[in-house]
């Protein structure tokens, strides 16, 4: 393996492997022992995740972060309230899982997912208006004051694909946004600032979130966030779809296309 690269990182050529039992890094505090291989190597390490990408990183598959973790800004007794909100809601919220894999619903056709999720929030005591932002399918549901600090807004999507269901996961992703929100809505009183649950149409095919967007969904939100499913955690993940890459050019203007000699 190349000296100084990371577990599945290549230098020069050669390809470090990515093993199951390995060293933190320095100053880590994170403890791997699952014996699979990992695609996204040293991702999984937080040090190496906020080294790379300026985020905290998180849990994984077989691996805890001891008590050591060196992110201070974690509050161990509230994100211990959130976990065991969420562990309470089990049950509940596996069966909306479930029953949303059940009837899958293409894009702008999502009235019975829609609806299942909307129902267990109001179940919950939470206001929710659907048909928002123009579409149909769409519902918000809104927790504390944005005047008070950040606004983050939740994004949950429940579109299936044609011929293949919920594939993609989309029941996970609603469902993962939906217990977010009723795990924060027990500890709201500890949160200043707002929590927006946003169901998110139409993923699969339309740009459902860039037709809610265009018209104001995402303003004043200082973050938006959703998961999905995958393999592994990750607080981040590599994406080959789309790069933006701003360049700029001085000298001569010519239009060289593919052969800039």
């Known amino acids: 393996a190349p000296e100084g690269a990371l577990p599945g990182e290549t230098r020069g050529g050669a390809t470090t492997p990515n093993v199951g039992r390995r060293e933190a890094e320095p100053g880590c505090g994170f403890r791997y022992t699952d014996p699979h291989p990992i695609p996204w190597g040293c991702n999984s390490c937080p040090a190496a995740s906020r080294r790379r990408f300026g985020t905290s990183g998180d849990e994984q598959p077989g691996g805890e972060l001891m008590a050591d973790s060196h ?113 924060l809505q027990n500890v709201r009183e500890r949160c200043p600032g707002q929590v927006r649950l946003i169901g998110t149409p139409a993923e699969e095919r339309g740009g459902g979130k860039e037709r809610m967007a265009r018209v104001g969904a995402f303003e004043g939100v200082d973050a938006a966030m959703m998961i999905h499913p995958a393999g592994v955690n990750l607080a981040t993940m590599p994406c080959i779809c789309v790069a933006e890459v701003e360049v700029i050019y001085r000298g001569r203007a010519a239009h060289a296309s593919a052969m800039p000699h």
Request: a negative charge; glycine letters at 8%.
């Open 71 to 183: 992110d201070p800004v974690v509050d161990r007794e509230l994100s211990d309230a959130i976990r065991n909100s969420i562990d309470a809601l089990a049950d509940e919220l596996l069966e909306v899982s479930h029953t949303i894999h059940a009837r899958p619903e293409l894009a702008f056709e999502e009235y019975f997912a829609c609806r299942t999720l909307t129902d267990v929030l109001g179940a919950h005591g939470l206001e929710t208006e659907t048909g928002v932002f123009g579409l149909e399918t769409a519902f918000e549901t809104r927790l504390g004051d944005s005047a008070e600090g950040p606004t983050v807004a939740v994004l949950a999507e429940y579109d299936a694909l044609p011929g293949i269901g919920h594939s993609c996961g989309h029941n996970l992703i609603a469902t993962a946004a939906l217990g977010a929100t009723l795990a």
